[in-house]
DNA sequence: GCAAGGTC
């Protein structure tokens, strides 16, 4: 029997559309990633009796980056990376091995069904699965079709159906145009972010910002927030006045009036106006008016509306409304909540999810009713073809969900509520107006039946009394007219919600990704947010959009994405030739990096008013090994130590704290040892400035601190501090924190595991001497003779960590301690490397040590 | 260390 494998964009999509194509009749099993599954059922395809396979991949199995040595910053002309760099294809997540998953299971497949999600990015990925599945299927016979597209606009019943008789090709053109625009991101963002940072990084000292980076989406997002700012700041308040006029409606109830010219900006007219009405005793009805009016029930929720309520109204940035959104999603509360689609399919059962809140403790009224009397049909709203609109599937409560995810739970289900509810129905009355030339209003809504905003009672029509009955040549008292100044006051800084809006508006980002892009200017400390969500830029914001505009302000117009959109368009739809428009748009950009790198002191003009000098900032920290001078620590991120008198810079860790290490120095080039910490963990390790910078074994990288150092005889080093294999990850060596007494602590040089040891000691060593069991090296404790926890007057005791009986009852292991060679059964090392010989070389798990720690467990238990 | 786009 022939077998058709079919791979859909995510797991949950693979599980529905197998569900519907199946009747509910397949078998699954998880993949070899833990992640996709695979579905498995028999049925006919192409006249014959086949077993399908249905499974999936998680997005993009691919992305896109330099080759290896381009990702050098120091050895690297930004300029470069638009033609020269090559680029390549690397697997997207590594962890869930896609590649190697999806040829485990096409190998052997007859054809393949494409059912990735029905954009641009699916079409790709189309062409993603089929470079990795095509070389492990059966070969085609005498020309017979085996690749099939599957084009669905909805997961329902019919689309799914539809779109399996009717299987296409697919669109090599659109997978271009993704192509393309993977290739231009890359070089014009990397090229750009790289110039910068390394720029004002190199010049300043308190940017604060780890990065100074542009792209086409982000750039024109901070840019937003910065106009916004610049209007503020260029508001010139102006003063106006507005003529109000009170009536006596009966004895006790006045009614305040509109005036018509609403305002005027001339305090003299104003004043004309004044005179020309307050002498007048009595206001003239003109017109009465009654007028049925609707308040339109919400358009079904899509991402974005989602986001800007969750923000708006819950006080949840979009970042972490997405997060939640998607918890919600995975436990099955709410339907997939990425969607661009504000219209359910004709099709799509509403009273179902309608049900399920039938018996909710907090509108299950409002449901029951809706439910007997019959639901409104939504709006007819926007369709995206993607994913229905964010709907929720399963009746919740708060105890059940925790504070957080029920409050967007609570709106996700409201909305969907009222989208089958009925319009707000009100009556607006008004009254006109005159007192002596003058023309004024008098307004007042009354509800008729509340409609939707029984469920969303945040829209409600707010309640006033009804307007006195009246009709034309009545009159009114009037009580008092008066003119009030007033002043125009200046726009706010921008809502989030508001920048969703304009990201939405300008094609910046996608559904998916206008979280990442707001996110990022946040953590680049390009803008802050403020109460009420408001996104306030920062010095850096500023100057680099000023920058911008200075050089060449079409970096910063949110027309750069859309203007590279329409080319790649022509490519989607084969008018244009990929190789020519990716070429000419790189060009283009090219030209416009080499133009910004001319200009650059443009904007550099800007930052020296914010910013102070690389030279002035900071403390004295730490002795250069080169002048002897003392280095200043910047504490600003990027965290680093700078030397002014050689003009060096040197990197330091990013997160912790920086000390000085009692001023001890660095055998191989003299410069004062620092000390890191981290708070959380309480982990530390000493570290030479240069050695960070310039590792200086060849077995060591970039970024290492003497707890990593080979180093042969240094006191400091991992040779000399090491213990042995971490007991959790499989590079990683157990290292003695030689300043952590008197709480002494071991911790890994690699990973996160650090282990508390002898509370009561006052000096700690790592002998010379190893373990003959497990081969770690052993300590010689002192203990504080008050507090030892040896036997009689003993204090000193030189024994394994791992395997002496005396210290196993004083170590505790902070993370699964049963991992342990230990408790493996028996030594997990090789034998015979001594102190000075290279004993603990990080990176080489021994050769003896168990495939796995299950079968290992199973070893000591028997 | 960089972009933006998928998704977990």
Not at 396 to 420: C, D
Not at 455 to 466: D, K, R, T
Not at 788 to 817: I, K, M, N, Y
């Amino acid at each position: 029997m022939k077998t058709v494998l079919m791979v859909a964009e995510k797991p949950s999509l693979a599980q529905s559309i197998a569900k519907i194509l199946s009747r509910g009749n397949m078998s699954s099993h998880k993949g070899l990633n833990g992640t996709c599954s695979v579905h498995e059922y028999t049925g006919t395809f192409a006249g014959q009796q086949v077993r399908f396979k249905m499974t999936s991949v998680c997005g993009h199995v691919m992305t896109l980056d330099f080759l290896g040595k381009y990702n050098k910053w120091d050895k690297v002309d930004p300029a470069e990376l638009f033609s020269q760099a090559p680029t390549e294809k690397k697997e997207a997540n590594p962890k869930l091995n896609m590649v190697k998953f999806l040829q485990v299971e096409g190998k052997g497949c007859d054809y393949i069904v494409l059912w990735l999600d029905c954009d641009k990015e699916g079409e790709n990925i189309c062409f993603e699965v089929l470079d990795a599945v095509l070389p492990v299927m059966n070969p085609a016979h005498g020309g017979d079709k085996t690749v099939f597209r599957a084009r669905f606009s909805s997961i329902t019943d019919t689309d799914i159906c539809n779109a399996m008789a009717r299987l296409g090709e697919p669109d090599h053109n659109e997978a271009l145009s993704v192509d393309a625009r993977q290739e231009l991101d890359l070089r014009i963002g990397c090229a750009f972010t790289r110039f910068q940072t390394k720029y004002f990084q190199g010049k300043y000292g308190d940017l604060d910002s780890s990065l100074i980076s542009f792209g086409p989406c982000q750039t024109p997002t901070l840019g937003f927030c910065v106009e916004r700012h610049d209007r503020i700041q260029s508001f010139k308040p102006e003063t106006y006045w507005v003529l109000q006029a009170k009536v006596n409606a009966d004895k006790d109830r006045s009614l305040l009036l509109d005036w018509d010219r609403v305002r005027v900006f001339d305090r003299e007219i104003a004043q004309m106006f004044l005179n020309m009405t307050k002498l007048e005793k009595e206001a003239q009805v003109e017109a009465t008016s009654k007028k049925e009016k609707a308040k339109q029930r919400p358009l079904a929720l899509n991402t974005v509306e989602m986001l800007r309520v969750a923000s708006s109204s819950l006080g949840m940035g979009p970042q972490h409304a997405m997060q939640t959104a998607e918890r919600l999603y995975t436990q099955g509360y709410i339907s997939y909540p990425r969607t661009e689609t504000t219209h359910y399919p004709e099709n799509f059962d509403l009273k179902g999810p309608l049900r399920q809140q039938a018996n909710h403790p907090y509108w299950a009224d409002t449901v029951k009713r809706l439910l007997a009397e019959g639901i409104n049909r939504p709006r007819k709203g926007h369709d995206a073809g993607d994913h229905p609109p964010i709907t929720p599937m399963r009746s919740a409560t708060e105890a059940e969900l925790g504070s957080e995810p029920w409050r967007l739970y609570e709106y996700i289900t409201r909305h969907f509520i009222a989208t089958v509810s009925y319009d707000c129905k009100y009556l607006q009355n008004t009254i006109s107006f005159r007192i002596g030339p003058e023309h004024f209003t008098c307004t007042v809504k009354t509800v008729i039946s509340p409609g939707f905003t029984e469920i969303m009672p945040w829209q409600s029509v707010p309640l006033e009394e009804s307007l006195p009955p009246c009709q034309r040549g009545d009159t009114f008292p009037v009580a008092e007219v008066k003119l009030l100044e007033k002043q125009t006051s200046p726009p706010d800084y921008l809502t989030e919600a508001e920048l969703i809006t304009l990201m939405e508006k300008h094609g910046i980002g996608t559904d998916a990704s206008i979280p990442v892009h707001i996110n990022n200017i946040c953590q680049r400390n390009y803008v802050v947010v403020e109460s009420g969500r408001r996104l306030k830029p920062t010095n850096l914001g500023i100057v680099l959009v000023h920058g911008y505009y200075k050089i060449d302000a079409e970096l910063v117009l949110p027309t750069i994405r859309s203007a590279v959109e329409k080319q790649l368009n022509l490519i989607a739809q084969g008018k244009a030739d990929y190789r020519q428009v990716l070429g000419h748009t790189l060009d283009v950009f090219k030209r416009k990096f080499h133009y910004f790198v001319d200009s650059i002191a443009g904007m550099d003009e800007l930052m020296e008013v914010s910013f102070s000098p690389l030279a002035a900032t900071g403390k004295p920290l730490s002795r250069c090994g080169k002048c002897h001078r003392f280095m200043k620590y910047i504490q600003a991120k990027p965290s680093r130590l700078h030397c002014s008198h050689c003009d060096e810079t040197y990197t330091l860790p990013q997160n912790g704290t920086i000390k000085l290490y009692k001023e001890l120095r660095c055998p191989l080039d003299d410069f004062e040892l620092v000390l890191w910490s981290s708070g959380s963990r309480g982990k530390s390790y000493p570290l030479c400035p240069y050695c960070y910078n310039h590792p200086p074994f060849r077995d060591m990288k970039k970024g290492m601190g003497c707890n990593e150092c080979t180093h042969p005889t240094c006191q400091h080093s991992l040779s000399m501090l090491g213990i042995g294999q971490c007991v959790e990850c499989e590079n990683g060596v157990l290292v003695l924190d030689p300043t952590s007494g008197p709480k002494w602590k071991v911790a890994c040089n690699k990973c996160n595991v650090v282990a508390h040891c002898f509370e009561n000691a006052h000096r700690v060593r790592v002998s010379s001497e190893t373990c003959g069991s497990c081969e770690a090296a052993l300590l010689d404790v002192d203990f504080n003779k008050a507090k030892s926890p040896l036997l009689g007057d003993e204090t000193q005791h030189v024994g394994c960590v791992f395997c002496d009986p005396v210290f196993q009852e004083l170590v505790e292991l902070r993370h699964a301690a049963s991992c342990h060679p230990m408790h493996r059964g028996g030594p997990g090392r090789r034998q015979g490397r001594g102190r000075g010989r290279g004993r603990r070389p990080a990176g080489k798990p021994s050769a003896r040590r168990p495939k796995d720690k299950m079968s290992a467990l199973a070893a000591y238990f028997v």
